[in-house]
């Protein structure tokens, strides 16, 4: 069965009386790869020759990149017209403890709760209410058209506002 099988099987050692045979890595195996982390300078060779400008912004967005938290848990959703939302589970957050400020195109949300006094000893504590702050880099016209808090969800939509002199323009043809 072992011997001169024209159809081996890669799980399987070839022949049971080689003592390195079962060594052997089959066709499936595959070698971990060691991935080094991506720079900026991978993404974007050479920026310097081809890009005036760029790299404040490409640092700001690896600064935020480094930040990003995974407390609490957030949704991005791209909606069909010129809008944008951010769903962030915050139960436990009052409006007052949940601050959405906006700055030079960079969204910053934090949620401080308050000290709560409890009566008597918390035996087990599930509820992960802490402190956050998320932070989001803005595209250019990007504002923030509103945020709610309801059932425990912070929804920010955010609306793509280009001026009209920045839209594309259909020139006639004469």
Do not use: C
Request: proline fraction near 9%.
């Amino acid at each position: 069965m072992y011997i001169n099988n024209p159809y081996p099987s890669p799980y399987e050692p070839n022949n049971p009386h080689d003592p390195w045979d079962k060594h052997k890595k089959s066709k499936w195996e595959v070698t971990p790869q060691i991935s080094k982390p991506v720079t900026i300078a991978d993404l974007f060779p050479r920026i310097d020759r081809w890009g005036i400008g760029y790299m404040p912004l490409l640092e700001d967005l690896m600064q935020i990149a480094k930040e990003k938290p995974s407390y609490p848990p957030y949704d991005i959703i791209d909606h069909k017209d010129e809008t944008t939302s951010i769903s962030i589970a915050v139960a436990g957050f009052a409006k007052k403890e949940v601050d959405v400020t906006v700055h030079e195109g960079t969204l910053k949300i934090e949620g401080k709760k308050a000290e709560k006094k409890e009566e008597g000893d918390v035996v087990y504590q599930g509820i992960a209410a802490r402190d956050f702050t998320l932070t989001f880099a803005l595209a250019e016209y990007y504002e923030v058209k509103s945020a709610t808090l309801a059932d425990g969800m912070l929804t920010v939509v955010l609306f793509k506002n280009v001026p009209e002199d920045k839209k594309p323009k259909v020139i006639d043809i004469k």
